[in-house]
């Protein structure tokens, strides 16, 4: 019997990874539960919604590629939508992936910081949120001024 605790971080909000054995990955954000996103993939490929999902897209496109829906890797607990979409945007940057879009627009600035990230974080030695945090002290405060540029 598994500890009831082990499953508490798939119901939490925030950025995950799905693995294929082909070496790619997709990396997704949600601000529901990370179970529940999951789930709905695995329910676009077996109904064959292509349309709706880059990974039913990459399964269907990939016959014979192995989709790890038993092993999602959470790689940030985040309720905040800003923050979430940037630490999403981060992680698509980081990790070769099959995504259709590439998350919040980042700024090809943050290219040498994550390159020299990648050690890091493959080392697991950064926490959970360090990525964001440890480059934008105030997330909402730089997503709100880079929204004023726009206008």
Same mark, same amino acid.
């Given at each position: 019997m598994r500890p009831i605790k082990s499953n508490i971080p798939l119901q939490q909000a925030g950025v995950y990874k799905l693995d294929c054995d082909c070496g790619l990955s997709y990396i997704g954000q949600t601000k529901r539960?990370?179970?529940t996103r999951v789930k709905e993939h695995v329910s676009d490929v077996r109904n064959r919604r292509?349309?709706?999902?880059?990974?039913?897209?990459?399964?269907l496109d990939k016959p014979g590629h192995y989709i790890r829906f038993d092993k999602p890797q959470i790689l940030a607990r985040e309720d905040r939508y800003i923050p979430r979409l940037i630490r999403e945007a981060i992680e698509i940057k980081k990790h070769p992936?099959? +995504?259709?879009? *590439?998350?919040?627009?980042l700024s +090809?600035?943050? *290219?040498?910081l994550l390159k020299n990230m990648k050690s890091h974080v493959r080392d697991h030695t950064a926490g959970p949120q360090d990525t964001v945090?440890?480059?934008c002290r105030h997330p909402e405060r730089y997503a709100r001024q880079l929204r004023n540029r726009w206008r």
């Open positions: 539960s990370i179970g292509a349309s709706k999902s880059a990974v039913c897209e990459h399964a992936n099959f +995504n259709r879009e *590439d998350g919040w627009n +090809n600035t943050w *290219d040498p945090s440890a480059f």
